[in-house]
């Protein structure tokens, strides 16, 4: 068994029981206007309204809904959050329109680079954490350390609040299918394709190619140099696709494809993928952990061919490599031109979603590692009832190395459509990885001249 990370924070259990007691109620619905906050002459309560568009049907109002309702109760007669539906694909161009107008919500939900970069940040419309997590040393001590440092400008000052807490994608494999007692993730890819031999991998190539991007994600960080290729990629979008790392990765990925994917891979979706691992067609699939909730006994109505999700186990890629942009914006940033008593509540619930008993709350709902925050007995306790967020939590280790996904250091034009359309013409033969490297770097030149 690999020792886990520990960093200071020590948590009682109980605490999590109590947080996670709000879990089934929903905020109210608002009609008021975007960012809209008030306080109250009769009782003092500040309160605001935030667009999300984690509400309603959308899979993230899952898990956030109940927790702006956990905030509102713990501050209660003080605090008070409403939320106001906004549909995902229509919100950031809700919040730069309301940014031009000068009425960005106190609690604005963004991490898109550029639009933070080139204009919220430059225009002085984000508050400056910076001071506030200096005066908060032990929640300064839970965030990524990769996540603080790429939210620091040269100044010092702090505009986006860093993320506690990573996802590392890796894969799941069907024990009923392989049955193997190896430790993979501290192979090689050579090691690990030997050990697999003829078993299959769920991929997908139709739209993003999702599955088959995270496998040579896996095979570009094996290569030498191909850690720093991928890292190097999230400031600057990686546009010429000749580096060796990466043509050796699309071997290897060529390989996987012609040798080792399930039946109806080429041209399938990630549903399809999907649905081939949950029906004993693969004995593989590549996803991050929010997956474990369909291989759960409530989803069973989704699994077929005596497949069975107690079989399913977990493990980060060979090489101790989790996929994930630890050195990214977190989710939230405060509006600068927001009233001192707002940024207050703001501030407030900032600390709240990241004090120990939330954080373990989310972990245990939609799954990953928050590396600087020592676990308490009750959510080591529930989070083993998951098996594969188990094994997930084990490889997570202080030798694991954190990568960005391929699709996400490259032209989004190219990673949501080229990438995926390309790869067909690899698994048939019909290309040779400099075939497949050229393609994508000429893509990636059309993308960026436009």
């Known amino acids: 068994m690999k020792k886990k990370r520990i960093f200071a924070g020590l948590l009682a259990g109980a605490v999590l029981t109590a947080g996670l007691a709000g879990c ?4 109210s619905s608002s009609t008021a206007p975007s960012g809209s906050a008030a306080a109250s002459g009769a009782t003092g309560v500040v309160e605001v309204t935030i667009p999300s568009y984690k509400t309603g049907e959308n899979v993230g109002a899952v898990f956030f809904e109940p ?3 956990r905030f509102n109760q713990a ?6 959050i409403t939320l106001e539906s906004v549909p995902q694909d229509t919100f950031l161009d809700q919040m730069k329109m309301l940014a031009q107008q000068g ?4 609690l604005v939900q963004s991490g898109d680079v550029d639009w933070l970069t080139n204009v919220v940040y430059p225009n002085g419309l984000a508050y400056d954490l910076s001071g506030w997590l200096d005066e908060h040393p032990d929640l300064k001590a839970r965030l990524l350390p990769d996540g603080l440092a790429f939210c620091t400008d040269d100044s010092g000052a702090v505009y986006s609040m860093p993320l506690a807490t990573v996802r590392p994608t890796g894969f799941f494999w069907n024990s009923a299918l392989w049955d193997t007692q ?4 501290a192979m090689t890819m050579d090691q690990f394709i030997t050990a697999m031999g003829d078993q299959k ?3 997908s190539t139709a739209e993003n190619g999702w599955v088959a991007a995270l496998f040579l994600t896996a095979a570009i960080a094996d290569e030498e140099g191909g850690i ?11 546009t010429d696709f000749s580096e060796p790392a990466f043509v050796n990765a699309i071997a290897t990925l060529q390989q996987m494809l012609q040798n080792n994917a399930a039946p109806n891979s080429i041209g399938a979706t990630y549903a ?6 949950m029906s004993n067609q693969a004995a593989l699939i590549a996803n991050g952990p929010w997956m474990s909730s369909d291989f759960a006994e409530t989803n069973s109505a989704n699994w077929s061919n005596g497949f069975n999700g107690a079989d399913v186990r977990a493990a980060l890629f060979p090489g101790q490599v989790g996929i994930a942009n630890t050195a990214t914006y977190g989710e939230w940033f405060i509006s600068a031109n927001a009233a001192p008593e707002e940024i207050e509540l703001a501030l407030a619930f900032l600390e709240f979603i990241n004090s120990p008993e939330e954080l373990e709350a989310y972990l245990l709902a939609e799954g990953g590692d928050a590396p600087g925050l020592t676990y308490s007995d009750g959510f080591k306790e529930e989070q083993g009832k998951t098996q594969v967020l188990a094994d997930l939590a084990a490889d997570t280790t202080a030798d694991t190395v954190f990568v960005p996904c391929i699709l996400d250091v490259i032209p989004s034009s190219v990673a949501n459509s080229d990438f995926g359309m390309l790869l067909p013409s690899l698994a048939d033969g019909t290309f040779t990885p400099e075939d497949f490297a050229q393609r994508m770097t000429q893509a990636a030149t059309e993308a960026t001249a436009e």
């Open 228 to 238: 720093d290729w991928l890292q190097a990629g999230v400031e600057n979008r990686i």
């Open 75 to 80: 501050y209660e007669g003080k605090y008070h």
């Open 201 to 203: 991998i769920a991929f």
């Open 24 to 27: 089934g109620s929903t905020p």
């Open 182 to 185: 190896e430790d993979l993730s």
């Open 272 to 277: 399809d993928a999907a649905n081939s691992f």
């Open 103 to 106: 009425e960005l919500p106190v």
């Open 67 to 69: 927790q702006v309702e």
